[in-house]
């Protein structure tokens, strides 16, 4: 016989008269049987209703061979994404400090409450830094201080979105700097934009959950692509290989294989496509094409930007079975845009629930916060986002777009874009 076994039978032995010690002081005359099930020792009696459970007191001397009930663990992930982060003059102005340096941490003290519940936490930087040696620079063609980059990181930011119709207004050099600048800071990770030949699927892994983001827009502004412009820009739609030429109502078709890539890399795969009519508060035909088109590729998650103003959000079902849910337009972060409309825009939030099964979205705690965007004038300046629950008629009436715009934001207005627009979607945070 084996020491081991040897081993064995004596520790066996030695819990057997144990537990007949327990039972006789106890008053108990039956006898137990000892059952080994799988890597534990269990103790039933025979007759009796009583047992001794011997495995509070481990006789073993390996523990980590008794086997303890395993619970099913269940734990969630929250994603939050702003809009188009715009950034006119007089944003860029309102960051400019008294020594001549700039600083924008004061964009997201409206959000920080959200930014400090989400894992997974995205913005649309709608404007380049192409570099502040170039000059700053607003509509129609931006270029917006590094430091603006540097305020997104320290928010706590962990996905940015670069690829929009602004993303070329300074030409391959700005965008090429634009990528280098991210550089410094790896934590974050950049989508849309990006150097020669490398993949537009970004991986963001989350509590070992691995989510594909990907990001693409309709165009640089342009009726064609630019020749240097191609393999570092994503774009959304489809264009003539030889003359540029860019095909408006057709998706591209590398957007869908991406997706399909991204499926097989990742547990969700979020598509976030610059795309939509500007000033239009209900989706285009051609969004709804795309969007269905990317669901039944297997986005699980599709996030749009570029409209300035919020769009619908809804469910998409594709004939093959695969689901997606859509936020067609998150509206503007921050912008100085003289149309009220534009001043209503949504933090998206998505409450993602990780099982043993997989990942599921929770529809209850998935859906918008309504915010609105606050700027003054005289001289024009942002002043902060407000939750729109939050924002008060007086607020409403002070409002920077009467002088600079010449029309009134309407706090009732407000209310009724945001219930007509959202609908079930929005969330309180009372």
Request: aromatic share 10%; charged share 20%; hydrophobic share 40%.
């Amino acid at each position: 016989m084996s020491k081991k076994i040897l081993k064995q039978n004596i520790k066996v032995y030695l819990i057997w008269f144990l537990a007949v010690i327990i039972l006789t002081a106890c008053g108990s005359t039956e006898i137990p049987v000892y059952q080994e099930t799988g890597k534990n020792v269990v103790c039933e009696e025979t007759q009796s209703t009583a047992s001794v459970q011997l495995s509070e007191e481990p006789t073993v001397s390996d523990t980590s061979e008794l086997n303890t009930e395993e619970e099913t663990t269940e734990t969630e992930i929250q994603l939050m994404m702003v809009g188009d982060n715009l950034l006119h003059m007089g944003i860029v102005r309102t960051g400019k400090q008294s020594d001549g340096s700039y600083n924008y941490d004061f964009l997201f003290e409206g959000i920080t409450d959200f930014l400090a519940e989400a894992e997974i936490k995205m913005i649309n930087q709608e404007t380049i830094f192409g570099g502040n040696a170039l000059g700053f620079s607003g509509y129609p063609a931006f270029n917006s201080p590094t430091e603006v980059g540097d305020a997104i990181v320290k928010a706590g930011f962990n996905v940015v979105l670069h690829a929009s119709n602004h993303a070329a207004d300074k030409n391959l050099g700005g965008l090429l700097h634009c990528v280098e600048y991210w550089k410094q800071y790896p934590e974050v990770t950049i989508v849309g934009i990006h150097g020669e030949g490398e993949s537009p699927i970004r991986i963001l892994t989350i509590e070992g959950i691995d989510f594909a983001i990907l990001n693409y827009t309709y165009g640089p502004n342009l009726e064609t692509m630019p020749a240097s412009v191609k393999g570092h820009l994503d774009m959304l739609c489809d264009y003539d290989e030889v003359t540029g030429k860019i095909n408006f109502t057709k998706l591209h078709p590398q957007v869908l294989e991406d997706i399909a890539e991204a499926k097989e890399l990742a547990d969700v795969v979020i598509v976030c496509p610059h795309w939509g009519t500007e000033y239009t508060t209900k989706p285009s035909a051609y969004q709804q094409q795309f969007a269905l088109q990317m669901t039944e590729a297997g986005a699980d998650v599709i996030i749009g930007t570029h409209p300035h103003v919020v769009q619908p959000v809804e469910w998409i079902e594709a004939q093959n079975g695969n689901r997606a849910l859509c936020y067609y337009s998150l509206g503007n972060y921050v912008s100085t845009q003289k149309k009220p409309l534009c001043m209503l825009e949504a933090v998206a939030w998505i409450n993602f629930k990780v099982t043993e099964e997989g990942v599921t979205i929770t529809e209850e705690d998935t859906g918008v916060f309504p915010m609105v965007c606050h700027y003054t004038a005289g001289p024009v300046r942002l002043d902060s986002v407000y939750l729109l629950e939050e924002y008060t008629e007086e607020q409403a009436q002070s409002h920077g777009i009467l002088s600079y715009g010449g029309v009134a934001l309407d706090w009732g207005e407000l209310q009724d874009w945001s219930r007509e627009v959202f609908g079930e979607f929005v969330l309180s945070v009372e």
